[in-house]
Structures are given as structure tokens and as C-alpha cells.
């Protein structure tokens, strides 16, 4: 399997090329040449899969670089690091199916790929005798996952870029309190959109990127979505039987990675009916959706403060098939929107839009009275995100097909906005009780790229 990039502007590499590559060299993201297509009957097969044999018969047909004994370990160890047996199990309240995305150490959906990257990255760094700098740009949950998938590995320094101030507590506690000389966390003086603009400036700094050898923990990597397509099998394949085939996903939305992880599996033949695109008062991609109305507008902070961003980086990998692989409309719609701070689509295309994905923004108020009443009748906390989503499912998926919607953070992570919803205090898990009171480490600074480009070199070891 090769990859290639939305712009157009690079020849085919392979699977390990492209993880290391990041961002793809002409500006543009990777991905891969075909899809794998699954079969029925190899969907009945994988019914009494694990997650891990799931996992390595999904990621293998990406990957024809790595011998598969390796892959199967580099899988065993990335999901030993769970604290639930299935990895990602599904609980069912109200009428629908919760996907818990948050058992691993980071307690976000960030860590089911962030673990799998991080032993990647060790394992070609050690076969090419390399070394890697991370820069990655998080909104809160990317961060800590990232960081706790490098740490300890060999060959690799890793700097993120995080909006200062508009974290969660713990969110930063997760981030802040690794000390380790190798792990640095700038506060941007911002929002996440700058961060992610500083990192992509990088990146397309190509002379930097070599000189420095960056890395990409990001979603723009494409081994970061390839290892989150597996989770809407796994649930796909534990709310089906043989008779009963449909199910749609409510993904709470940001920068449009896990939801077009999901695109992806339909791609491959999962029988998907609706991808669910939830949004919280940053919808731009709800008023896309809906309207057809792809405009900028600011960045505004609410209790789910990790979908706080505006441009979604992968959105660039949709655009890329819903202009039938048109690597110049593309680069064009790119421009469009630069010069206009919008892009425009036709009929048709909404059409297309609209017959893949369904969206609804959920404000803050609507939020909080859903993780209050989800948790008044069935006893379940949610989390802000995980109450977008789910608030936007109850509203527009018709309840006879099957409804699941991803739970992509633990609601301790956002103590405050649960406890204001349900007058209660979250239970705390041990791994963030114990972030109380340890030392932390963080350089504050402006959305500047020459501030931040400096700190980078002065602190590699
Ligand atoms: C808890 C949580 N939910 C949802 C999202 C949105 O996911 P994505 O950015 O892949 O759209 C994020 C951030 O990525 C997040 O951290
Ligand atoms: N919500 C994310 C933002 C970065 O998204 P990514 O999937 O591209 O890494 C976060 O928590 O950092």
C-alpha cells in the first residue's frame, strides 16, 4: 500500500515513509492510494475477534512495510497499556450504545492511537538509527496522549503547543506535569488554531522539517486516524448480529479526525448508515453540513473545550474525495478560502455532503442539561464531549437503527462542568488524583512562530 497527498505534489511512499513524514512535503495530507475492502462474510469472521486481532486485521491491510509478527506486537504492547479488557468497550443507556474511548492512560480517545504511534515511531527510529522531534498542537487531550505514547522512548523529543488557559485543569495537569528533560509544553498566548498554524508552518518549513527531523503526533499524521478506524469496527461488530446490519455513529467533532476515521470505515464496507457530526458553538462544520456554509468565524470557548477549534485539519481529506480526488480543486478551494475566509460547494456536492453526514451544534446549556438528565435517569456521567454527541444523536437519529456514539474523554477530565450539570462531584480516577500537588513545567508565549521556533532549538538534547 502506497500514500499519496491531497495536493498532489509528492510520488507514491510507503506506510513507514508516510508515518514519518507527517504532514505531506507539497502542504497537503497523506493518504493511502485504495481502500481494503471488507467483505460480509469476513465482517461475520471478525465477530469473535479481540480488539488487538481486530486492530492488526484492519492496520495490516494499510501497512505492507512491516513484517506482521512485529505489527502484532507493536499492537499487543500499545493496548496492554488499557485498563478495560476490550479496549474500547460498548454500554448501552437510553436507548443508545455508549463506544467508551477513554481506558487508556490520558482517559481521551487520544491514547487508542497516540499508544500505537509511539511504539511505531520507537520502532523505525531503532531499525533506521534515527532520532525525532515532535511538535504537535493540542486544544487539551492530543497533548497528554501524545506525550505519554513518547515518553521513555529512545531518539525522540517531543514539544507541544497548547492555548493557554483554555484547558481543562486536569487536561493541562496531564501535560504539564511531565518534567522529563525530553518533554517540553509551550502555553500559547492563542487559541488552538494558532497552535495548529504554528505547527503546520513548521512542517511546511522543509529545510526546518529535515534539519530537525520533526514529527507530526497530530491527526495529520495518517497513522493516527488508520488506528482509530478499527474502534467503529469493534463497535459495529458488537451492536450487529446477522439479521441486523445498520448503525450510525455520533462523533463529537473538533478537527475532524475520529469522524473521518469513521468515513474511512465505510469506505472499507462497514455498513454505516449516518456519521452524526456534533459540534459544540464552534460549528463551522455543522453550518457546512447543513448549509453548505464553510466560513471562518472566531474561536469561542465552551465546556467542551477541546472541540474548540475552527479549522478542522482533516476536512482537507474529505474535500479530497468529495472533489473525486482532484488534487487542484483542492489546492483551489485552499486558496479560495485564504483570499475569502470561505469556500463555496455546489448543489451536487451538498448532496453528496448530506448523504454521508448528518450534524447538529450543541451549545453549552445544552450540554450541561444533557449530562444532568443522561445521568438523572440511568445513573451514567458523560462527558461535555461525549454529551454533544450524544444530546445530537437523541435529536436526529431515528432510534430504530442502531445509535452509538462516541465517548471520547472520561468525565473526570472536565470535573467542573459535570459537577455543575449534576450537583455531584465525579468520581475520581487515581491516575489524576495523583496529578494534584506535583511539580509541573511549562514556558508560556505569544502565537509566534520565531518565539516558538527558537525555544525548539535552544531545548533539542
Ligand atoms: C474529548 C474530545 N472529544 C472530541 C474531540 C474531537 O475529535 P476530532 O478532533 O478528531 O474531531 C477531541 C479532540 O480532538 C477531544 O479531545
Ligand atoms: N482535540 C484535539 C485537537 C487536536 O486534534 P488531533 O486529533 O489532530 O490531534 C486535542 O485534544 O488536542
Not at 38 to 55: I, K, T
Not at 252 to 262: L, Q, R, V
Request: aromatic share 10%.
Amino acid at each position: 500500500m502506497h500514500y499519496i497527498s491531497t495536493r498532489g505534489g509528492i510520488q507514491p511512499i510507503a506506510f513507514k515513509d508516510a508515518v514519518m513524514m507527517g504532514l505531506a512535503t507539497d502542504g497537503g495530507l497523506l493518504l493511502p492510494e485504495a481502500y481494503p475492502q471488507v467483505s460480509r462474510q469476513q465482517l461475520e469472521e471478525w465477530r469473535s475477534l479481540s480488539y488487538q486481532e481486530l486492530a492488526f486485521h484492519i492496520i495490516s491491510g494499510f501497512v505492507d512495510d512491516i513484517p506482521p509478527a512485529d505489527l502484532k506486537d507493536l499492537i499487543n504492547r500499545s493496548y496492554a497499556t488499557f485498563s478495560h479488557p476490550e479496549i474500547t468497550p460498548v454500554v448501552k443507556h437510553d436507548g443508545v450504545y455508549i463506544l467508551e474511548l477513554f481506558h487508556g492512560v490520558t482517559l481521551a480517545f487520544k491514547d487508542v492511537a497516540l499508544q500505537f504511534l509511539g511504539n511505531l515511531f520507537e520502532y523505525i527510529l531503532a531499525e533506521r538509527n534515527e532520532q525525532l522531534n515532535i511538535i504537535g498542537a493540542t486544544s487539551g487531550d492530543t497533548g497528554s496522549a501524545a506525550i505519554h505514547g513518547v515518553r521513555g522512548k529512545k531518539g525522540i523529543n517531543i514539544f507541544i503547543l497548547h492555548p493557554h488557559g483554555k484547558t481543562s485543569p486536569v487536561q493541562a495537569l496531564q501535560m504539564t506535569t511531565v518534567t522529563d528533560a525530553n518533554v517540553h509544553n509551550i502555553a500559547v498566548s492563542g487559541t488552538f488554531d494558532d497552535c495548529q498554524d504554528i505547527v503546520k508552518a513548521l512542517f511546511n518549513d522543509l529545510e526546518f522539517k529535515k534539519k530537525y527531523s520533526l514529527g507530526a503526533v497530530n491527526s495529520i499524521n495518517w497513522a493516527r486516524v488508520l488506528a482509530q478506524v478499527v474502534y467503529y469496527f469493534y463497535a459495529w461488530l458488537r451492536v450487529t448480529d446477522e439479521d441486523e446490519r445498520k448503525v450510525s455513529f455520533s462523533v463529537p467533532t473538533g478537527n475532524f479526525g475520529d469522524i473521518f476515521a469513521g468515513y474511512v470505515a465505510k469506505k472499507m464496507g462497514l455498513p454505516i448508515d449516518k456519521l452524526l457530526l456534533a459540534t459544540n458553538e464552534n460549528n463551522i462544520l455543522t453550518r457546512f453540513v447543513n448549509d453548505g456554509d464553510y466560513s471562518l468565524s472566531d474561536v469561542v470557548s465552551t465546556a467542551s473545550p477541546s472541540m474548540d477549534i475552527q479549522l478542522a485539519s482533516n476536512f482537507e481529506r474529505y474535500l479530497f474525495y468529495l472533489y473525486n480526488q482532484d488534487s487542484a480543486r483542492v489546492r483551489g478551494a485552499f486558496t479560495q478560502l485564504k483570499e475569502q475566509g470561505r469556500i463555496t460547494f455546489s448543489s451536487e456536492e451538498m448532496a453528496r455532503v448530506q448523504a454521508d453526514f448528518a450534524s447538529a451544534s450543541v451549545d453549552q446549556a445544552q450540554t450541561l442539561e444533557t449530562i444532568g438528565s443522561f445521568n438523572r435517569e440511568t445513573g451514567y456521567i458523560l462527558d461535555p464531549h461525549t454529551a454533544v454527541g450524544v444530546r445530537a444523536a437523541l435529536d436526529l437519529l431515528p432510534a430504530d437503527i442502531a445509535r452509538v456514539c462516541l465517548a471520547t474523554a472520561h468525565p473526570a477530565k472536565f470535573g467542573e462542568a459535570v459537577e455543575k450539570a449534576t450537583s455531584a462531584a465525579t468520581p475520581i480516577p487515581p491516575g489524576i488524583a495523583a496529578l494534584h500537588g506535583k511539580p509541573t513545567r511549562c514556558d508560556l508565549m505569544d502565537a509566534d512562530l520565531e518565539q516558538v521556533k527558537d525555544f525548539f532549538i535552544k531545548h533539542i538534547v
